[in-house]
């Protein structure tokens, strides 16, 4: 079935340094792709999508760009914060319900630790 | 904004015991999900439902059970728990639509200690 690959972490950076968290997948369609990020104590809230090729998600200072070729959806983000630190989730849809919804796969996460 | 409430933060249990877990949205969302959430496991799917009294199993429902008697709540139960169910539970809600760009809501999780 279809699959999400997330790097590992945790990644730690200094304050002001440039972030790449890599995402790639498999899917039999189309799917659209998100990028979801869980703060401490919290759960999970949507960080950017993007649903179809060559698409650019983006949101708060974080890009993400749905590249076919390559099956890949990876996170940037140009200086990243103190208050970025947070886990992020790479994810697609896919149709899996009787009733035609499209639920969301979830890669492992990839812990994101910045430090000032 | 779509409030995702779960009932309970922390939850501590004893084995053989049975649990039950608890979500409600407020937006009239037509799918819910029960998710766990394990170190280097990442989400993964119990049970989802996408209608009252409609369920189907994910990718990990042995050992649970799920109930969706009214639109708003969804519950996550443990007939009989184990320790192997000790995890973060996490509940969301989607608006059921016929297109793959649809976020889902999140609540923000119930830890359960099975003892």
């Known amino acids: 079935g279809d699959s999400v690959t997330q790097m590992e972490g945790p990644v730690t950076l200094s304050e002001e340094a440039f972030l790449t968290i890599n995402c790639t997948y498999t899917?039999?369609?189309?799917?659209?792709l998100f990028w979801y990020v869980q703060y401490p104590g919290e759960g999970l809230q949507l960080l950017l999508k993007?649903?179809?090729?060559?698409d650019k998600g983006s949101n708060k200072g974080f890009e993400a760009t749905y590249r076919k070729e390559t099956t890949s959806f990876h996170l940037e983000k140009g200086s990243v914060q103190v208050s970025d630190s947070a886990v992020y989730f790479c994810?697609?849809?896919?149709?899996?319900?009787?009733?035609?919804?499209?639920?969301?796969?979830f890669g492992r996460g990839t812990s994101l630790i910045v430090h000032p | 904004d779509v409030k995702v409430t779960q009932s309970s933060r922390y939850l501590v249990k004893r084995t053989g015991e049975k649990v039950f877990l608890e979500c409600v949205q407020d937006?009239?969302?037509?799918?819910m999900f029960w998710y766990r959430q394990d170190p280097g496991l990442g989400l993964r799917l119990i049970y989802f439902?996408?209608?009252?009294?409609?369920?189907e199993k994910g990718d990990i429902p042995e050992g649970y059970s799920v109930s969706r008697e009214k639109k708003e709540r969804f519950s996550l139960i443990l007939e009989s728990a184990s320790t192997n169910q000790t995890s973060m539970y996490l509940c969301?809600?989607?608006?059921?639509?016929?297109?793959?760009?649809?976020?889902?809501?999140f609540g923000s999780g119930t830890q359960l200690s099975v003892l």
């Open positions: 994810a697609l849809s896919e149709s899996r319900a009787s009733g035609g919804s499209y639920i969301p796969t």
């Open positions: 899917a039999t369609g189309y799917p659209s």
């Open positions: 993007a649903t179809k090729a060559d």
């Open positions: 937006m009239d969302h037509e799918n």
């Open positions: 439902s996408y209608d009252v009294k409609m369920k």
């Open positions: 969301a809600s989607q608006t059921e639509r016929t297109t793959t760009n649809e976020k889902l809501f």
